[in-house]
């Protein structure tokens, strides 16, 4: 009787948002739906990159949506929990310093519900419209009482035309920036309109879409949430099909421990042991096991092999996922995001030590980007200050600066996001750690110059 009841409240949601959507579209007087406009494409989400390859036209001015297909909706008998994904307010149970430090981090915030609070690009007439290279079609962001909102306008031969769908989803932990999801029935699309933290506002969503034109019809894969997610349930040979109310948010303890059911069952019901029963110590494994914790998220988009979230720590990446890691191939020239390890490989501190760990740098349990001072003082537990070949700068000058000489930020030409005005490219943390003598010269003649 319960399973009913939820179903039903969910269909009751799907309805309502529909509703208010469809209300948000047409209510305004003289203002048409989307749909009736002549240059409105639509595809199915397996067919969407195609879409750009053969169909989308050179211009500017269309809208691409999804291909409706009615009557779609996936239910799991899943249960997250029973599965092993216990979310992280039961591990802060009996760890309390560990479950909130974790919660500041990127790992944490790299997905939430769509809220005031978690939504960085503003609300409002000026701040909350994106003007486009296309003086007729621009994007308003707009915050109802019930939630929040993508719409697009679009003037055409003396009408107006508008499309608008929900904020459901936030991903992205903003240190770079925000992507948003929208939900449509219990499919899972992309909204065209993301934000970027070094600009501060809305920009066109990275990837494919193009200034000038609205494009809802991208299907968010089962390897997006793969890394941006601890779980959901996705339908067998579904694209983009899901269990809505199964979706836990954000990074959290299991996709680096494993599965925690049966060590939170154990340990309730035996509280004076102890020793950590039924879990993963990452920091106990072998070094590659270690690492490939990491990257299961950090080292490129790969290819899944087995479906998402089967993958446990501890066991071999490869039997899961395809990834890039060889650290000689031409794609490992360009730092992707999630290509660090790939790129920390190529390194010198890396081949020499046989021990380094990603965890040797970075608390996954603490919120440190940004703190320089903080992993140069790691830099230092192997590498002596004085050793550093630039003259000019006294040890003490320099202690402080080891990641911005020898792990430049670059930019990253994967994650580009079309404007009005060209293109903006993000700066990312390259983990290829080297001499880098040009950067180093400009950090050196930044520090003597104070």
Not at 411 to 437: C, F, N
Request: net charge neutral; aromatic share 8%; charged share 25%.
């Amino acid at each position: 009787m319960k399973r009913k009841s939820a179903i039903v409240l969910a269909l009751v949601a799907v309805i309502l948002g529909t509703v208010v959507v469809l209300i948000l579209t047409t209510a305004r007087n003289g203002v048409r739906p989307i749909d009736q406009l002549d240059d409105v494409y639509y595809s199915t989400p397996t067919h969407w990159a195609d879409f750009y390859q053969t169909r989308a036209p050179e211009g500017v001015g269309w809208v691409h949506l999804p291909q409706k297909r009615d009557g779609i909706r996936f239910k799991s008998s899943a249960d997250p929990e029973l599965l092993g994904f216990v979310r992280s307010q039961v591990c802060g149970e009996c760890h309390p310093d560990k479950y909130h430090g974790q919660r500041e981090t990127a790992h944490f915030r790299t997905s939430s519900a769509a809220s005031l609070d978690t939504i960085l690009g503003e609300f409002g007439k000026d701040t909350g419209r994106l003007t486009t290279r296309d003086p007729h079609l621009h994007f308003e962001m707009l915050a109802e009482n019930n939630g929040f909102y993508q719409r697009v306008v679009v003037e055409k031969n003396g009408s107006i035309y508008e499309h608008a769908e929900r904020f459901d989803i936030v991903v992205g932990s903003g240190n770079h920036g925000q992507t948003y999801l929208y939900w449509r029935g219990n499919e899972l699309y992309q909204l065209p309109i993301g934000y970027f933290s070094e600009l501060g506002g809305w920009v066109n969503s990275p990837g494919f879409y193009r200034d000038g034109t609205a494009d809802f019809a991208r299907g968010i894969g089962h390897r997006c949430l793969d890394c941006h997610a601890t779980f959901i349930a996705a339908a067998p040979g579904g694209d983009v099909l899901y269990d809505r109310d199964s979706f836990v948010s954000g990074v959290t303890c299991v996709r680096c421990h494993g599965h925690g059911w049966a060590h939170v069952q154990y340990h309730r019901t035996h509280p004076n042991d102890k020793a950590p029963r039924y879990i993963v110590h990452p920091g106990e494994l072998p070094r590659d096991r270690a690492n490939e914790v990491c990257a299961q998220c950090h080292s490129g988009v790969g290819e899944l092999l087995a479906p998402a979230f089967t993958y446990q720590p501890g066991e071999r990446l490869d039997a899961y996922l395809r990834l890039d890691t060889v650290p000689d191939e031409m794609t490992n020239d360009d730092p992707h995001a999630a290509n660090q390890l790939a790129r920390l490989v190529k390194s010198r501190c890396y081949q020499a030590s046989g021990s380094l760990t990603c965890a040797m740098c970075h608390n996954p349990h603490r919120q440190e980007r940004g703190d320089l001072k903080l992993f140069a003082e790691r830099c230092a537990k192997c590498h002596a200050v004085g050793d550093c070949r630039f003259t000019g700068a006294t040890a003490s000058q320099i202690k402080d600066h080891c990641v911005e000489c020898h792990m430049p930020s670059r930019l990253h030409v994967q994650e580009a996001m079309q404007t009005s005005e060209g293109e903006l490219l993000p700066r990312l943390r390259d983990h290829y750690i080297k001499v880098w003598p040009d950067v180093s010269q400009t950090v050196i003649k930044k520090i003597l110059s104070k």
